[in-house]
């Protein structure tokens, strides 16, 4: 029989991402308008394993739906990684009377999530909040649109002093091993060359490429992090070393985790908070509250990291041909 929700708690975890704080809001919001108590835990995991949990109410929800960050904390908790540390989780939840746990995060989010779902039955849904968009079974992931929008920003401006000057410029961008930011980010800032993960990529190309394009052309290289060039400081030494071309390079870094959520983000994030919490109600647990196409879906857990989210075909198309 299904039980019936009188508590839940919530938490954000692993890197923030722009829009978490409207997605807080959004679950508060509608455990209110559904009769059911939501706790907010602080700190993520580990706030969870020391028992930092607080009742929300709408006025802690007032004002937050353009903040970047997170309100309720985050962390990459080593701790909850091991068996001792998500016993202390279960037994917090349990003092607390928790029905129910959302966890916003990313993979690594949804791995503590299924562990405590496996070895204390802990009821627990999944809300996809990454600037990666790294987890398969939603289209986008909340703070992923922002993401891209603070990346192309910067580089528009950096495409300015590439342009006056006729430099070549190489841009890292963040994505762990996923090359979701750098392959969007690209295209929409008409880069010469995108390198990312899930596609090898060649400095000799690199070279023939600037070459192609003439001596003083701009030429702007969006590289993903983690790929097999070693990052825009390497592959500029390497440039170098090889063709004597005098690359410059900026790695973006954390910027792109920061700001003012985007549109998108807000609607994404508050429509996943709505839908998080009546699965919740619904009796869903170890699995990811996900959208496709405007339409609300649930996919397992291990789902949503042993499956490989794939840049679509038609992205590297585009970027070839256009670049
Ligand atoms: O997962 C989000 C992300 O920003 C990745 O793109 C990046 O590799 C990682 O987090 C950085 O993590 P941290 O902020 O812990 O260094």
Not at 59 to 72: C, E, M, S, V, W
Not at 143 to 156: C, F, K, S
Not at 189 to 207: F, K, L, T, W
């Amino acid at each position: 029989m299904k039980k019936v929700i009188k508590r839940i708690a919530l938490l954000t975890s692993g890197g923030d991402a722009p829009g978490m704080n409207a997605h807080i809001r959004a679950v508060v919001r509608t455990c209110i308008a559904r009769g059911v108590q939501c706790y907010g835990v602080m700190g993520g995991y580990q706030g969870m394993i020391e028992g930092k949990l607080f009742e929300m109410d709408r006025r802690k929800t007032i004002n937050i739906i353009a903040q970047g960050g997170t309100i309720l904390k985050t962390s990459r908790s080593e701790e909850f990684m091991t068996v001792e540390g998500r016993a202390k989780a279960a037994m917090v939840l349990k003092e607390f009377e928790i029905d129910g746990v959302i966890a916003c995060g990313g993979d690594g989010t949804f791995h503590g999530a299924h562990q405590l779902h496996v070895e204390h039955g802990t009821q627990i849904v999944g809300t996809p909040g990454t600037i990666d968009n790294d987890l398969f079974g939603t289209y986008y992931t909340i703070g992923y649109d922002t993401a891209l929008n603070t990346a192309a920003e910067a580089i528009d401006r950096i495409r300015d002093t590439a342009d006056s000057h006729g430099r070549v410029f190489i841009v890292e961008v963040m994505g762990r091993h996923a090359g979701h930011i750098a392959m969007e980010v690209g295209i929409s800032c008409g880069a010469e060359y995108i390198s990312v993960p899930e596609a090898v990529s060649d400095i000799d190309i690199i070279n023939d490429k600037i070459i192609s394009l003439g001596r003083n052309t701009r030429v702007i290289i969006i590289i993903g992090e983690g790929g097999e060039l070693g990052g825009a400081p390497e592959l500029a030494k390497r440039l170098n070393e090889a063709f004597g071309i005098d690359a410059k390079f900026t790695v973006l870094g954390h910027i792109q985790r920061g700001g003012s959520p985007s549109v998108k983000d807000r609607v994404l994030a508050s429509h996943l908070g709505v839908a998080a919490v009546d699965a919740i109600i619904a009796g869903k647990t170890d699995v990811m509250v996900g959208r496709v196409y405007h339409e609300i879906n649930y996919t397992p857990l291990v789902a949503t990291w042993s499956n490989k989210k794939a840049i679509q075909d038609f992205m590297f198309e585009v970027s070839d041909i256009l670049a």
